[in-house]
């Protein structure tokens, strides 16, 4: 064995890693089986190929499709937050709140104030999370109730109704652009530019990093507090845009809004690809998981299938890509592992 | 069950408490816990994987007594080491193997210690330690009175340029906890660092890394690496700052730093994006040691530079480091070794139980006197 030899293997710099190999892999899967679910719905209820189920699929996952976005962000970094139904309530009531006392509402006013009222919550996740060490599992799950209960103090027995949202704002909800609902068009635009920059931008390489070693980061100079501080944040608003969408969609709002929705958002990011644990998953992933997820529920109501069903399927889901992403990547790394002493000489 | 674990204890000449909880044992304790366990089931073979790593010479001593112990009852045991001096003292027979496969079986008594390194590199070792002897520059590091409460005390100590100082003293005598309270990874309460003739202000290894210094931590798995990235992206860790235009990041630029660090260590590896678990040991710590030296510092500190690593490549990463002394860093080095410490160190500190207990020179150290200074028999 020459040393020489081995060290000058020059290789391309086209390159493929096992984590984005498989991401790749899932993203592409993940499609196929939308296509799939989408192609036997249709055989089974021809009405189901028709532009508008499209739009009703998209419009259904758009804000789980926004909430994911931001819920990788910082389940990457080995940390989750379970707020983001409370927060998206939270905003959607006040922006609602804010239509209702303001004559003259300006449609950027509230959005400011729906994302700022999210980018709130977040930060102050954010910044306990960071300051206390306490897991963000209990911190978020804190702040869940915590924000929940505050919103039923504030809209006791309110109910918004759509005469005080201006139509131009409810324009959002249901109108088209290029036969894409704008209510979609905005959260794919957004995972897009957080997909782009996550695989991109240094802080978010960071964040990766964090979630995959958090000792080794830190040693190697990575601003761990501020990077996941900056996470939650991230989701806050996002959730807390997410508010104003619904605004948009609903007209309506109380103070239920975006109960329960938490736990879809996970669910989206983990059948996606997001390691629960951190390290790995892509935006687009999870934003592709709350999509299938959506067409899943959708497809259920069109075939005639009892509703029951559809929290089953999502779960059987999780546990089959999980379990199957886990056999793949231990797969990858044997193969790499073999062809590493291979390459180490014998 | 707490008495039959008494008995066990007592049959291993241990003084451990059968109902504390093993979370705050010292890493020998827990071992001679787990050695309590393969006993308690009767185990015929014990299977022991680098048992010494993490331990003193002195608990190395009773391990070996308790090993001892278990012979004379019957039970095989297999003891796998990277630390042939153990070899020879506790084992009949040897089998070497490397990359993956068997190379030799012998009887202890029929091989050489040079014969077992040979087979072990697969080539003749020119020299485990590599020390070029240089002038010493300038002072890079100043440690004054550094103290951590509960931890180390007082410690005053300085590095210069081109110059090896080796941090030696038993497991826990505060060794690693210094290092990390100069890097800042810990607070400390009194004392200072100074780099370069700048005080380091406040803790944050952020500053530190500003400041010149780079860390190779003692656990490549824990604090070394991030082992689902690839090497590339593990080596640029450190420099993002550096290569990164803005808020963008190239990844040939990442690439080809890491190209080049591979190069210069010689690693060996498949492609440059694999993950770095799938590195064997040794290539791992060239990863770690390629990730701080791409930053460039001025004081490199390194923690068992050559803990669970091969003997071949043992050699390389003490070249690399007498090459960085030679190049004008300064080096401080943690060590549990001593013919690692004798062979590569102008000057060795010793600490015992939190303070500086001796500064001896390259020319008058020997095992005897370190072990003393540590043990505090001066």
Same mark, same amino acid.
């Given at each position: 064995?020459?040393?020489?030899?081995?060290?000058?293997?020059?290789?391309?710099?086209?390159?493929?890693?096992?984590?984005?190999?498989?991401?790749?892999?899932?993203?592409?899967?993940?499609?196929?089986?939308?296509?799939?679910?989408?192609?036997?719905?249709?055989?089974?209820?021809?009405?189901? =190929?028709?532009?508008?189920?499209?739009?009703?699929?998209?419009?259904?996952?758009?804000?789980?499709?926004?909430?994911?976005?931001?819920?990788?962000?910082?389940?990457?970094? @080995?940390?989750?937050?379970?707020?983001?139904?409370?927060?998206?309530?939270?905003?959607?009531?006040?922006?609602?709140?804010?239509?209702?006392?303001?004559?003259?509402?300006?449609?950027?006013? =509230?959005?400011?104030?729906?994302? &700022?009222?999210?980018?709130?919550?977040?930060?102050?996740?954010?910044?306990?999370?960071?300051?206390?060490?306490?897991?963000?599992?209990?911190?978020?799950?804190?702040?869940?109730?915590?924000? @929940?209960?505050?919103?039923?103090?504030?809209?006791?027995?309110?109910?918004?109704?759509?005469?005080?949202?201006?139509?131009?704002?409810?324009?959002?909800?249901?109108?088209?652009?290029?036969?894409?609902?704008?209510?979609?068009?905005?959260?794919?635009?957004?995972?897009? &530019?957080?997909?782009?920059?996550?695989?991109?931008? @240094?802080?978010?390489?960071?964040?990766?990093?964090?979630?995959?070693?958090?000792?080794?980061?830190?040693?190697?100079?990575?601003?761990?507090?501020?990077?996941?501080?900056?996470?939650?944040?991230?989701?806050?608003?996002?959730? &807390?845009?997410?508010?104003?969408?619904?605004?948009?969609?609903?007209?309506?709002?109380?103070?239920?809004?975006?109960? &329960?929705?938490?736990?879809?958002?996970?669910?989206?990011?983990?059948?996606?690809?997001?390691?629960?644990?951190?390290?790995?998953?892509?935006?687009?992933?999870?934003?592709?998981?709350?999509?299938?997820?959506?067409?899943?529920?959708?497809?259920?109501?069109?075939?005639?299938?009892?509703?029951?069903?559809?929290?089953?399927?999502?779960?059987?889901?999780?546990?089959?890509?999980?379990?199957?992403?886990?056999?793949?990547?231990?797969?990858?790394?044997?193969?790499?592992?073999?062809?590493?002493?291979? =390459? @180490?000489?014998? | 069950?707490?008495?039959?674990?008494?008995?066990?204890?007592?049959?291993?000449?241990?003084?451990?408490?059968?109902?504390?909880?093993?979370?705050?044992?010292?890493?020998?304790?827990?071992?001679?816990?787990?050695?309590?366990?393969?006993?308690?089931?009767?185990?015929?073979?014990?299977?022991?994987?680098?048992?010494?790593?993490?331990?003193?010479?002195?608990?190395?001593?009773?391990?070996?007594?308790?090993?001892?112990?278990?012979?004379?009852?019957?039970?095989?045991?297999?003891?796998?080491?990277?630390?042939?001096?153990?070899?020879?003292?506790?084992?009949?027979?040897?089998?070497?193997?490397?990359?993956?496969?068997?190379?030799?079986?012998?009887?202890?008594?029929?091989?050489?210690?040079?014969?077992?390194?040979?087979?072990?590199?697969?080539?003749?070792?020119?020299?485990?330690?590599?020390?070029?002897?240089?002038?010493?520059?300038?002072?890079?590091?100043?440690?004054?009175?550094?103290?951590?409460?509960?931890?180390?005390?007082?410690?005053?100590?300085?590095?210069?340029?081109?110059?090896?100082?080796?941090?030696?003293?038993?497991?826990?005598?505060?060794?690693?906890?210094?290092?990390?309270?100069?890097?800042?990874?810990?607070?400390?309460?009194?004392?200072?660092?100074?780099?370069?003739?700048?005080?380091?202000?406040?803790?944050?290894?952020?500053?530190?890394?500003?400041?010149?210094?780079?860390?190779?931590?003692?656990?490549?798995?824990?604090?070394?690496?991030?082992?689902?990235?690839?090497?590339?992206?593990?080596?640029?860790?450190?420099?993002?700052?550096?290569?990164?235009?803005?808020?963008?990041?190239?990844?040939?630029?990442?690439?080809?730093?890491?190209?080049?660090?591979?190069?210069?260590?010689?690693?060996?590896?498949?492609?440059?994006?694999?993950?770095?678990?799938?590195?064997?040991?040794?290539?791992?710590?060239?990863?770690?040691?390629?990730?701080?030296?791409?930053?460039?510092?001025?004081?490199?500190?390194?923690?068992?530079?050559?803990?669970?690593?091969?003997?071949?490549?043992?050699?390389?990463?003490?070249?690399?480091?007498?090459?960085?002394?030679?190049?004008?860093?300064?080096?401080?080095?943690?060590?549990?070794?001593?013919?690692?410490?004798?062979?590569?160190?102008?000057?060795?500190?010793?600490?015992?139980?939190?303070?500086?207990?001796?500064?001896?020179?390259?020319?008058?150290?020997?095992?005897?006197?370190?072990?003393?200074?540590?043990?505090?028999?001066?």
């Amino acid at each position: 064995m020459s040393v020489t030899e081995e060290v000058i293997t020059s290789e391309p710099v086209k390159t493929h890693r096992v984590a984005e190999t498989l991401s790749r892999a899932r993203e592409l899967a993940i499609v196929a089986v939308i296509l799939v679910i989408f192609a036997i719905t249709t055989i089974k209820s021809p009405g189901f =190929a028709h532009l508008t189920s499209i739009q009703q699929v998209m419009t259904n996952a758009s804000l789980f499709t926004l909430l994911a976005v931001g819920e990788t962000m910082v389940i990457v970094t @080995r940390n989750v937050d379970l707020s983001v139904g409370s927060t998206l309530g939270i905003s959607a009531f006040l922006v609602g709140d804010y239509f209702t006392h303001n004559a003259h509402a300006s449609i950027v006013i =509230a959005f400011l104030i729906g994302i &700022g009222v999210g980018a709130f919550c977040g930060a102050a996740i954010g910044l306990i999370v960071t300051v206390t060490k306490v897991p963000s599992l209990v911190v978020s799950l804190a702040a869940l109730y915590i924000i @929940r209960g505050i919103l039923n103090i504030i809209g006791l027995g309110i109910q918004i109704e759509p005469t005080a949202i201006p139509l131009s704002f409810q324009k959002i909800g249901f109108e088209t652009f290029a036969g894409i609902p704008w209510i979609f068009i905005i959260p794919a635009l957004v995972a897009l &530019g957080v997909g782009f920059s996550m695989r991109s931008f @240094r802080s978010m390489r960071e964040l990766y990093a964090i979630g995959s070693n958090p000792g080794a980061a830190q040693l190697a100079g990575v601003p761990v507090a501020r990077r996941v501080f900056t996470a939650f944040v991230v989701s806050g608003s996002l959730a &807390g845009l997410g508010g104003v969408l619904f605004l948009s969609e609903f007209a309506t709002v109380n103070a239920t809004a975006g109960s &329960g929705y938490e736990l879809l958002v996970v669910a989206s990011c983990v059948i996606g690809g997001v390691a629960i644990f951190g390290g790995s998953g892509t935006v687009i992933g999870a934003a592709l998981g709350a999509i299938l997820l959506q067409i899943i529920n959708q497809s259920l109501v069109v075939i005639n299938v009892s509703p029951f069903w559809d929290s089953a399927l999502a779960g059987a889901l999780i546990l089959v890509t999980v379990s199957f992403d886990r056999l793949l990547s231990n797969r990858a790394t044997l193969a790499l592992r073999l062809k590493g002493s291979a =390459a @180490r000489g014998n | 069950m707490r008495k039959q674990s008494r008995a066990i204890f007592e049959q291993l000449g241990v003084d451990i408490d059968p109902n504390r909880k093993a979370k705050g044992l010292s890493v020998a304790d827990q071992q001679m816990v787990e050695i309590a366990k393969a006993l308690s089931k009767d185990a015929r073979v014990v299977v022991m994987d680098e048992p010494t790593a993490a331990l003193s010479p002195e608990e190395v001593r009773r391990l070996f007594t308790v090993v001892g112990n278990l012979r004379q009852r019957g039970v095989a045991i297999l003891f796998i080491s990277h630390r042939l001096e153990e070899v020879y003292e506790i084992c009949q027979r040897v089998t070497i193997m490397r990359d993956g496969s068997f190379v030799r079986t012998d009887l202890i008594g029929d091989i050489k210690i040079d014969e077992i390194v040979r087979s072990m590199v697969g080539r003749d070792l020119s020299t485990l330690f590599p020390k070029t002897v240089i002038q010493a520059g300038a002072e890079v590091l100043r440690v004054e009175r550094l103290t951590r409460e509960g931890t180390f005390y007082d410690i005053s100590f300085s590095v210069n340029a081109g110059e090896i100082v080796a941090l030696s003293g038993l497991v826990g005598s505060g060794r690693t906890e210094i290092a990390r309270a100069i890097f800042g990874i810990d607070r400390y309460d009194a004392g200072s660092v100074t780099v370069n003739g700048k005080k380091l202000k406040g803790s944050s290894p952020l500053r530190a890394m500003h400041a010149g210094i780079g860390f190779v931590p003692e656990d490549r798995r824990q604090q070394g690496l991030v082992m689902d990235f690839g090497i590339d992206h593990n080596v640029a860790l450190a420099s993002l700052g550096r290569l990164s235009h803005g808020l963008l990041l190239f990844r040939s630029s990442e690439h080809a730093l890491a190209a080049d660090w591979a190069l210069k260590l010689r690693l060996k590896y498949g492609k440059l994006s694999d993950e770095a678990n799938t590195l064997s040991g040794g290539n791992q710590q060239k990863v770690v040691l390629a990730k701080w030296l791409a930053g460039e510092p001025k004081l490199i500190i390194v923690d068992e530079p050559t803990r669970g690593i091969d003997v071949g490549t043992k050699s390389e990463v003490h070249r690399i480091i007498d090459d960085l002394a030679q190049s004008g860093v300064a080096v401080l080095m943690i060590s549990s070794e001593l013919p690692e410490i004798l062979g590569m160190a102008d000057r060795v500190l010793v600490m015992r139980e939190g303070r500086l207990a001796a500064t001896i020179n390259r020319s008058d150290a020997t095992q005897e006197l370190v072990m003393m200074a540590a043990t505090g028999q001066v």
